[in-house]
Structures are given as C-alpha cells and as structure tokens.
C-alpha cells in the first residue's frame, strides 16, 4: 500500500487505508496489462487528490507511467483537460507525429474556433488513438481530476472511449465531486459505468481518523477544546487542515504536559471567514438558502425552510439540490441535515445581525403554524429580540 508522503499534498493522508488498497490493486491489474477506469466521487475537500497522489509511488516501484491533469473552469476552452495531460510541453523534436499534429490542430482552434468544425472532428479522433495506443510499448496510468468542470471537447472524446470499451493497458480514474451533472458529463458518468468502470466514494472521515489527522498536522496530542472544533468538520480533511491553521496562525494554540488545545474564541472569526470561502463555488442563490436554513439548526424540514424562505417547497429543493449532492447537507429521513455544522455556523455568524433577528422572528411564526414544541419557538423569538 502507497502511503509515502507526496510534495504538493497538504495534508497526511489518514484513515484511506482501504480506499487506497483497493487502487493500488487496481493498479497492479493495469500493470499486469489488463485496462481498468475508476470513478473516484467526494465531496470538496474530502481527499481525492491526496488519495491519487499516494498512487505515485506505487506507479514507480510497478514502472507504470502517471499521467495527471486536473479540469477548471479558468481553463476550458476546447480539449484543454486532454492536452494538459497528453500533450508533450517540450520543444517539438521531442513529440511524436500524433503530439504534433495534434498540436498544430489546437493552435488552429485557438486562432479560428467558428471555423474549425472538422479540425475538432479530426483532434477528437486524435486523442481517442492517442489513449488507446499509449499503452503498447508499457502500462501506464491517467488521473483526469475535477471531471465536473472538464471541457465538453474532452468529455465527449471520454464519451466515445467508454463506448468502445477499457483503455488498454491502463488505468483511468476519473475524479469528480458529486454535485449535479452536467448533462455532458452525465452521459460519459453512465457511459463508463456500463462499461464496466469501478465507483469509489471518497467519504468523510470518522471521528477517531479526523483527530489523528489534526495530531499528526500539529505533531502532538490535542486537547478537548481544539477536539471540539474539530468535531464540526463533519470528517472533511481540508476544513481538519483549516481549523488547525487558524488556530496556529491566529496564536491561539497552546501547550499544556504536552497536549496542545486551542484557547479563547477569536480565532473562530478568522475560521468563519476561511470557511464560508470554501463553499463559495456553490453560488450565491445556494448559499443564500442555506444561511436561511441555519437559522433553524443543524437539522431542519424543508417545509419549513420554505415558509420561512417564503418559496413554494418545490422552489427551495431544486436549489438545495447542489448543497444536497456537494454533501453540505444530507437527507435524513424526512429532514435534511448540515453534513458540517463547522459550515453551518460559519453560514449563521456570517448574516447580518439584522437578517439574523428578521429570519428567527419569521422561523419562530413558520415552526409555530407548522405545531413545533413551544419551548422552540420561544427559542427564536428570544433570539429576535
């Protein structure tokens, strides 16, 4: 099992034992000549980078080639995702005919997108060739990573590899979070699972693995106060790494008989802060109703978001459908839940102290019609004074 440190990781990765085993296997098999796609799904956050980083060192000892590139939306203009990990970035005496070609046919594109219908035709066939002849001469490995914000020019070239089948020779993990599908990206997603890709769901971590990453980020035991934080994470390492980040960088860490806990409450401020700029990519209009719903707590009915949102409840679904398939907010039953209440109250401290009375006054009058205990509404109302 890889589990060497890798540079660029920005956390130790903990508690992806089995997660990790069960790549490394499937590595091996790639190694062994047999082609294998994984769908590698998780929240912002969760480790899936971390996780398909600890492959290189794996993919060294079995001399397997590692590919990588990673998809954003600064960078999505046609085949953008492909290139970066396809294209040779040196002088052109190093590329072969297929690089070359393929390059000067982007450079096209670039310069005259109206009019390069058929070189798209043509780059598209291109790629398709290049992944399935690149494991001839030795197995190799592709992480195309952040798939959800791919170019639609890749996805379809991912799209017409599923239809014929494994990439030979290698292995293809495809990452992504699990927010609503781009219709594109959907058809590739059902395509490479009917081919036979294998699903990983990265989850959260559990409560004993996310202490173990704070101690092993701070290099000590840590004390009940900084645990209790900690516990708000809902087992996302990357808001694990900002709660210890703050905390250090705001001075309010401190030892005591070797046991280092977090001290006063200003840090959580700047923590706040560091946290709401996490779920941005989420929208305002998202974001927006769910600062609404963390007036009513950690768990809440969507009827009654709807009455204190004023929205018909079919409205407020559609949009806490992303923060629902993000993992910001889990279905429980017939309630939703915040899956961090670390997000939840950075949603709450982060309205207006005006807001804030207004929306306790209306979730006071929403839970009444709606026959919650008195105690409850008597709850918000105090908080709306």
């Known amino acids: 099992m890889s589990t060497s440190a890798e540079p660029g990781r920005t956390w130790p990765l903990v508690g992806r034992a089995a997660e990790l085993d069960d790549l490394d296997d ?12 994984v769908l590698l799904e998780g929240e912002a956050g969760v480790g899936k980078t971390s996780l398909v980083d600890a492959l290189r060192g794996s993919a060294r000892l079995l001399d397997v080639e590692l590919r990588t590139a990673r998809a954003t939306e600064m960078r999505a203009w046609p085949f953008a995702l492909l290139s970066d990990a396809l294209l040779v970035r040196s002088g052109r005496s190093s590329r072969g005919p297929v690089e070359a070609e393929l390059t000067d046919l982007l450079d096209a594109i670039y310069a005259d997108p109206v009019r390069s219908v058929a070189r798209y035709d043509r780059a598209a066939e291109l790629f398709a060739a290049l992944l399935r002849r690149r494991g001839d001469s030795r197995p190799w490995a592709l992480v195309l990573e952040d798939v959800h914000e791919a170019d639609a020019p890749s996805l379809e070239v991912l799209l017409q590899l599923a239809h014929e089948g494994a990439v030979p020779r290698a292995l293809v993990v495809l990452t992504m979070r699990p927010v ?26 559990n409560a004993r693995a996310t202490v173990e990453l704070a101690e092993n980020l701070v290099g000590t035991p840590v004390g009940p106060a900084l645990r209790g934080t900690l516990a708000t994470t809902g087992g996302n390492p990357r808001l694990v790494a900002d709660v210890v980040r703050t905390a250090r960088a705001a001075g309010a860490l401190v030892t005591t008989d070797g046991v280092l806990d977090s001290t006063g409450v200003r840090w959580l401020t700047p923590l706040d802060e560091v946290v709401r700029r996490r779920v941005e990519y989420l929208g305002p209009e998202v974001l927006a109703l769910l600062g609404q719903a963390s ?43 915040f899956g961090h209440d670390l997000v939840r109250g950075a949603l709450y401290n982060g309205l207006e102290p005006e807001q804030r009375r207004a929306l306790h006054a209306r979730a006071a009058w929403a839970l009444r019609q709606a026959g919650a205990p008195a105690q409850i509404v008597t709850a918000h109302l105090e908080r709306a004074r």
Do not use: K, N
């Open 26 to 37: 499937l590595l091996s098999t790639a190694a062994d000549g047999v082609g294998v796609t």
């Open 180 to 205: 609503p599908y781009r219709p594109e990206l959907a058809e590739v997603v059902a395509a490479w699972t009917r081919a036979g890709a294998r699903y990983l769901e990265l989850r959260p971590l």
């Open 295 to 337: 007036v009513l707590g950690s768990s809440f009915v969507i009827a009654d978001l709807a009455s204190l949102a004023g929205d018909p409840v079919g409205d407020c679904w559609r949009t806490l459908r992303h923060g629902l398939a993000a993992g910001v907010v889990r279905a429980r039953g017939d309630r939703l839940v």
